[in-house]
């Protein structure tokens, strides 16, 4: 029997949070730097953070460089190997194409996100890529976790570079 705190893929909602949380302290990181504040954690099976990402697109001049594939390269190397199976990714928002992709390819077991995104999200809004039926590797997904929270860092990080 599901008890009212299990989220639909068997964690709970309590622990999701508090994942999410240093996905958040890791995206306010970003304030240092002119990166949209995203910020990712990879979880190992025991529950353990083994890699800490945020987004360096702007400092390193990296088109790849959201906070989730910094996340899954600080992962694989901290686990000597690519596949991140039983792991969970933790980030503040949805996964775009690219890093919902990476994720699949590193056999990521569970992402967790907080904001939505309407614009470029690949794990339940604009596509859903992680669940797609002929993906040969898919992912469960719980979204929504401290959704305001982290939609809240957006939202101040656009109105403020709006001003200028």
Same mark, same amino acid.
Not at 18 to 38: F, I, M, N, T
Not at 88 to 110: D, F, K, N, Q, S
């Given at each position: 029997?599901?008890? =009212? +705190?299990?989220? /639909? ?19 306010? &990181?970003?304030?240092?730097?002119? =990166?949209? #504040? ?6 190992? #099976?025991?529950?353990?953070? !083994? ?11 990296? #088109? @790849?460089?959201?906070?989730? !594939?910094? *996340?899954?390269? &600080? ?5 000597? @190997?690519?596949? %991140?199976?039983?792991? $969970?990714?933790?980030? @503040?928002?949805? /996964? ?20 939505? =995104? /309407?614009?470029?999200? *690949? ?5 859903? %890529? ?5 993906? $040969?590797?898919?992912? =469960? ?9 982290? *939609?809240? %860092? ?5 109105? +403020?570079?709006?001003?200028?």
């Amino acid at each position: 029997m599901k008890k =009212d +705190s299990e989220t /639909p893929a068997g964690g709970s909602v309590e622990t999701y949070a508090a994942w999410l949380g240093e996905a958040l302290a890791v995206a306010s &990181e970003a304030a240092s730097s002119e =990166d949209v #504040p995203v910020g990712a954690v990879v979880v190992d #099976p025991e529950g353990v953070v !083994i890699a800490r990402g945020r987004n360096v697109r702007e400092e390193r001049g990296d #088109p @790849t460089g959201h906070a989730e !594939i910094v *996340a899954i390269r &600080e992962a694989a190397a901290a686990l000597g @190997t690519w596949r %991140l199976e039983e792991c $969970t990714l933790v980030v @503040t928002l949805e /996964p775009c194409v690219m890093c919902a992709g990476a994720a699949m390819a590193a056999r990521v077991e569970r992402i967790v996100f907080g904001a939505w =995104d /309407p614009k470029a999200g *690949a794990c339940g809004s604009v596509w859903d %890529l992680t669940r797609d039926r002929l993906a $040969t590797h898919r992912v =469960d997904v719980v979204g929504g976790v401290r959704a305001q929270e982290s *939609a809240a %860092l957006l939202v101040d990080f656009f109105e +403020s570079h709006r001003v200028r």
